[in-house]
C-alpha cells in the first residue's frame, strides 16, 4: 500500500501589488491540508499606459491526500 499520496491542484492568482501576493499561497494553506509543495508554472504581467497594472501567477500545489476524508471515486 502507498504510504504517501498526494494531489495536485492549479490555481491562477492575481494581485496590484506583487507575484508574491498574485501566487496566493497563503490563501490556498487555509483551505488544502497538509500543503507541500507549491511550483510556479507562469508568471506575467498586465500593462496599462506603459505601466504594470497587476501581476499573474499560475501555480500548481500540491497537498497530501486524506482518504478519510475523500472519495477517489468522486
Request: aromatic content about 6%; glycine content about 4%; hydrophobic content about 45%.
Amino acid at each position: 500500500m502507498t504510504e504517501h499520496l498526494y494531489k495536485v491542484v492549479e490555481i491562477i492568482g492575481s494581485s496590484t501589488e506583487s507575484f508574491d501576493k498574485a501566487a496566493a499561497v497563503e490563501a490556498a494553506a487555509k483551505h488544502l491540508k497538509d500543503l507541500r509543495i507549491a511550483e510556479i508554472v507562469s508568471l506575467d504581467i498586465q500593462v496599462s499606459e506603459g505601466k504594470v497594472a497587476s501581476y499573474r501567477a499560475k501555480v500548481k500545489l500540491s497537498f497530501k491526500y486524506h482518504p478519510e476524508m475523500h472519495d477517489l471515486g468522486a
